[in-house]
């Protein structure tokens, strides 16, 4: 037995140290989930208009060819996620001043990949992750941004940060 596990040396474990092992094991699975439950869903128009009070940090993670594609929604910020996990994490605690525990939504074009990437920005040290779960264009969790008739912009790279400072 290792040092740092007191106990027998015989390769015994006592009854008690094995339903104390086995509880925590049970209580250390059940983590995930949990951090998958703390994150907020929301729809496109509701994080469009937070977005646009300030509220949150709307991130749009899809590849530039997508954002080429339908354009990008006009109070995102273009930050794909498939680059460098550094980049991409340094990006957007850029986006969002410095403030890791601002409120970031996070959109995608259907929901699959932000509902993927929800739980691990989390665990980089983002508490406040919000999930866009419609996406872009829509899929099974909703109608998407832009069936609502939201406002997309066209995506250049000079240009990644939202282009509209009020309201529609």
Do not use: Y
């Not at 009070?53 to 995102?76: F, H, M, N």
């Not at 930050?79 to 996990?85: L, S």
């Not at 691990?120 to 779960?133: C, E, H, Q, S």
């Amino acid at each position: 037995m290792p040092s740092w596990c007191p106990g027998p040396t015989n390769g015994q474990i006592p009854q008690v140290r094995l339903v104390l092992i086995t509880m925590f094991c049970g209580l250390f699975a059940a983590v995930g989930p949990l951090v998958a439950q703390q994150i907020t869903k929301m729809d496109a128009p509701t994080a469009h208009e937070k977005a646009l009070k300030g509220e949150l940090l709307l991130v749009d993670i899809r590849t530039p060819e997508e954002w080429k594609q339908t354009g990008v929604p006009r109070s995102a910020h273009a930050i794909t996620m498939h680059q460098d996990g550094q980049v991409f994490l340094s990006s957007v605690l850029n986006s969002a001043g410095g403030d890791s525990n601002f409120p970031v939504a996070i959109i995608c074009r259907t929901g699959s990949r932000s509902t993927a990437l929800a739980g691990p920005l989390v665990k980089a040290g983002f508490p406040n992750v919000i999930n866009v779960v419609e996406g872009v264009v829509g899929g099974p969790r909703g109608t998407g941004w832009i069936k609502h008739g939201l406002p997309l912009r066209t995506w250049t790279p000079e240009k990644p940060g939202p282009q509209q400072a009020q309201q529609e």
